[in-house]
Each structure stands twice: as structure tokens, then as C-alpha cells.
């Protein structure tokens, strides 16, 4: 049966046992193995979105580590998972079975994180890094819930996204997302927990579309620009599906309408063009610009769009 080693370590850390290292307990040290069956693997968004196998024993609480005979352990944990294809492991301090201070994890062996407790819950800013060194990602933590604004960022420095949090969720303000070069590529504005509009620019800082939203659905009329910031389209939304009239401006000054009705094909299609004069579309033409507008395959306008 397959084994996972976790080495127990007394108060004071001694004998060179590093977990950066990948070395196994010094035999002055207390260890024992705990069968892998009795752990269940914690997936990565579950774990501050990195990509680590961590594992928490079936016998565990949250915060409350204790050792085969089921006493509170105070002393320092290192788990480690080591062979031919990983090397990656963390360490941590204990006091009365709960984590103190600040966690440390590598893989192959460089440090990949740092996470800070009080009391047993995360109490700080956790920290991720790129293999290079480089902070890859960082959260505050009060009271083991995130509060204040996560960022992640590209290799090169730059932050790739910005969330704000209390009290563990999204609460109130803005959530940003950012291109390689720093522009800014989306944002999404909160209130009360719920999303109120999403907004996305173009590489060149444009505006490329502005989306309303309620009750976390896609509601009102959403707009959408090309990249110099002009209107192309705009769809009525009703609890995510497109329910009502949508615009598309063409570059000649024409527009095409369309309505729909609970998500379904348009029903009726027009265009009017430059001069006013409104016609209604075929139903081949009605259905070329559906295959258009869900699939951004080139079509042919109808002739009286032209």
C-alpha cells in the first residue's frame, strides 16, 4: 500500500531536515507514516488557485492536527510528496493542534508559498511565487477569510488581476483584469455581492463591449465596440438569454433589427438603411446573420442593407 511520510519535528526545528531540500527526517526525529487511502487530495481553486497536491488527513479538523494517539500537536509538520516525477512539500508550526506562523511550501526545491496563520486560521498576506522567484500571487487574510484586494501577476511583473474581498467574498467594488503590457483588459464592478455591469477594452485601451447585470444574469441592453470605439452592436438581455430587440451598425451606415424572444431564433429582421428606408430581411437572410452573430462567421449583408 502506497505511504504518505509526514515528519513530526519538536519544538525547535534541529538536524537540517529542510522541505526545500526533499530530505527525509533525521533519525533523531520523530516520524510515522499515515496510510494515502486516510487523505483526500484538495483541488487547486480550493486552495488559493496553485497548483499543488495538498492533502488533509481524514482524522484532521480544519486546524486541529493531532498525532496517532490524538494529542494536540505543538511542534513543527512537514508533509512532502517525493519521487521520480514531484518534489513538493510544505511545513508548518503548531501550538495545541492548530497552525501558528507562517507555512512554508516548495516544489523542487525553491519556496512556492508562503501563508500566515493565527490561531489556526489565515491571518496575513498568503503569498504564491513563480518558480523564477517572482510573486505570482498575493491575498490578505483577517480571521482565516480574504479581505482587502487579491492580485495575481504575469510572469513579467505586471498584475494580471485585482479582486476585492470581505469577509471572504466579493463584496463591493472593482474587479480587474489586466493584458501582459498592463493595459487594461476587463473590469467588473460589485455591489451587495452581485455583479452590476462587466466592462472589456481592446489591447489599444478601447472600449470593446459594456454588459448590465442583475441578480448575476446578463440584463438590459449590452453594447459591443470595435477597436476604435465605435458602436457595432447592441442585444437586449433578460435573465441571460437574448430576449428583445438587437441593433448591428454596419460600416456603411445601414443597421440591422432583430428580435428575439426568450433566447430563441430572431423572429423579424430588418434593415434600414442610410437613408431611413426600413425592409424586412428573408427568413435565409434572418438566419445568415444568426450563424453570424453566434459563430463571427463573414456573411454577405442582405442587399437591402447594401
Known amino acids: 500500500m502506497k505511504k504518505i511520510f509526514v515528519a513530526l519535528i519538536a519544538l525547535i526545528f534541529a538536524n537540517g531536515y529542510a522541505l526545500g531540500n526533499a530530505q527525509t ?157 498592463g493595459g487594461i483588459e476587463q473590469e467588473t464592478i460589485y455591489k451587495d455581492n452581485e455583479i452590476v455591469v462587466e466592462k472589456c477594452y481592446h489591447e489599444n485601451g478601447k472600449i470593446k463591449s459594456k454588459i448590465p447585470y442583475k441578480n448575476m444574469d446578463k440584463n438590459g441592453v449590452a453594447r459591443y465596440y470595435d477597436k476604435n470605439g465605435k458602436l457595432e452592436r447592441e442585444a437586449t438581455f433578460k435573465n441571460d438569454v437574448q430576449n428583445g430587440l438587437e441593433r448591428k451598425y454596419l460600416p456603411n451606415g445601414a443597421i440591422l433589427e432583430f428580435q428575439y424572444k426568450d433566447g430563441g431564433n430572431p423572429i423579424t429582421g430588418f434593415c434600414v438603411s442610410a437613408s431611413g428606408k426600413r425592409t424586412e430581411l428573408t427568413k435565409d437572410e434572418t438566419d445568415d446573420h444568426l450563424w453570424n452573430t453566434h459563430f463571427q462567421a463573414d456573411y454577405d449583408y442582405p442587399i437591402a442593407c447594401k
Request: aromatic share 12%; proline share 3%; glycine share 12%.
Open 25 to 181: 527526517p533525521a533519525q533523531s526525529e520523530k516520524a510515522y507514516t499515515l496510510d494515502i487511502d486516510a487523505f483526500h487530495e484538495i483541488n487547486e481553486e480550493e486552495y488559493d488557485g496553485v497548483s499543488h497536491s495538498i492533502f488533509s488527513h481524514s482524522q484532521l479538523g480544519d486546524d486541529n492536527m493531532v498525532d496517532t494517539n490524538g494529542k494536540p500537536i505543538t511542534g513543527l509538520i512537514g508533509w512532502w510528496i517525493y519521487n521520480s516525477n514531484e518534489n513538493k512539500g510544505c511545513e508548518a508550526h503548531y501550538k495545541n493542534g492548530r497552525k501558528e506562523g507562517v507555512e512554508l511550501c516548495f516544489e523542487n526545491g525553491k519556496k512556492s508559498g508562503e501563508i500566515p496563520y493565527k490561531n489556526g486560521k489565515k491571518h496575513g498576506i498568503v503569498k504564491w511565487y513563480y518558480e523564477n522567484g517572482k510573486t505570482k500571487e498575493e491575498t490578505p487574510y483577517k480571521n482565516g477569510l480574504a479581505n482587502g484586494v487579491s492580485r495575481e501577476y504575469h510572469t513579467n511583473g505586471n498584475v494580471r488581476y485585482e479582486t476585492p474581498y470581505k469577509n471572504g467574498t466579493i463584496m463591493e467594488g472593482v474587479a480587474k483584469w489586466h493584458y501582459e503590457d
